[in-house]
């Protein structure tokens, strides 16, 4: 797949939002299904959103059900993650992340994506 550079990051005031953005290098890019996971200080890194190759299937934490979108272009070989209603716990470095498949899913699981983003950050203030 090659390289994946997030941008979009900033600092926002709580209840703002932020749109993520997610471009892969490369000419396989429908062949992943796509992730975005986030890392606060001190914390583990966790699974926030993923969508399908195709973009027929989507997943969320519960924890941004009903605040966050993910969409994927694939003529743009781009991946987005939309956050709406942010609040300070929201606060982290957002990655996103490849996950080569032949087939139509979405897996939560960290060690399953085969390439990373550097990340971007997110700073949600009260």
């Known amino acids: 797949q090659g390289q994946l550079v997030e941008s979009g990051g900033g600092l926002v005031q709580a209840g703002g939002s932020l749109r993520l953005s997610c471009a892969a290098s490369?000419?396989?890019?429908?062949?992943?299904?796509m992730g975005w996971f986030r890392q606060a200080p001190g914390k583990q890194r966790e699974f926030v959103a993923g969508?399908?190759?195709?973009?027929?299937?989507?997943d969320y934490a519960d924890s941004v059900k009903g605040r966050f979108n993910i969409s994927r272009d694939n003529a743009k070989n781009t991946v987005y993650l939309q956050m709406n209603s942010l609040k300070p716990e929201d606060t982290a470095v957002y990655y996103c992340?490849?996950?080569?498949?032949?087939?139509?899913?979405?897996?939560?699981?960290?060690?399953?994506?085969?390439?990373w983003g550097q990340g971007t950050q997110a700073t949600v203030s009260s």
């Open positions: 992340a490849a996950d080569w498949t032949l087939s139509e899913r979405v897996r939560t699981e960290l060690i399953i994506y085969d390439y």
């Open positions: 490369g000419r396989t890019f429908s062949a992943y299904a």
């Open positions: 969508i399908s190759r195709s973009g027929g299937i989507r």
